[in-house]
């Protein structure tokens, strides 16, 4: 990673999210509360900027665009052109093929997690962490919690074969997930 000035490394940031604002336009998250989708990009960020205690910008602008060719038809050609050979990198090593069904998407989330990069695993967690965020706080009326239940275990899967990159990401994935299943809990009774 190249040294950055502070104002290039406020640019890069602010031009990261403008870029994941305009290509998740009109997307929502599929909670109750149907939030702005680029809600989970910025908490995303914030999570990855505050668990690398701000030291890592390019991770950040990572983060912004963690989904956006995996939910629009952005291309890592265009990531790569706009923000640079890291950045298109990462956002590749956190990308789902869409082209696959979910079950094997999440068996190959699951099987590479220990195989990415370290910064792409920082990324990976707070992807989690945001999703069962959404997921204990405003769920999805088509996902029962048995539902909600087993993907706070196969992400839990996820971060345990991430472990060892954040250790203060690390500790809030494990409070959201715990937290999360004592909502579940009181939900059901």
């Not at 990572?62 to 989904?67: C, T």
């Not at 910064?119 to 919690?145: G, T, V």
């Amino acid at each position: 990673m190249s040294e950055r000035t502070q104002d290039e490394t406020v640019v890069l940031v602010a031009e990261a999210f403008d870029f994941a604002c305009r290509h998740h336009t009109n997307q929502r998250r599929k909670g109750r509360r149907e939030d702005p989708y680029v809600n989970h990009l910025a908490e995303v960020a914030r999570l990855v900027a505050r668990g690398t205690a701000g030291r890592d910008p390019v991770l950040v602008a990572a983060a912004l665009l963690h989904d956006v060719v995996e939910d629009t038809d952005v291309t890592e050609a265009e990531i790569e052109q706009a923000f640079g050979e890291d950045v298109a990198r990462l956002v590749m090593e956190v990308t789902d093929d869409r082209s696959l069904p979910q079950a094997q998407r999440r068996e190959r989330q699951m099987e590479q997690a220990a195989r990415i990069s370290p910064r792409a695993r920082i990324i990976r967690i707070a992807d989690k962490i945001s999703n069962m965020n959404d997921l204990s706080q405003s769920p999805s009326s088509e996902w029962p919690d048995e539902t909600v239940k087993a993907y706070f275990n196969w992400a839990r899967e996820v971060v345990d074969r991430c472990r060892g990159v954040c250790p203060r990401l690390e500790a809030e994935f494990d409070t959201t997930y715990g937290e999360g299943l004592v909502r579940l809990r009181r939900r059901a009774s």
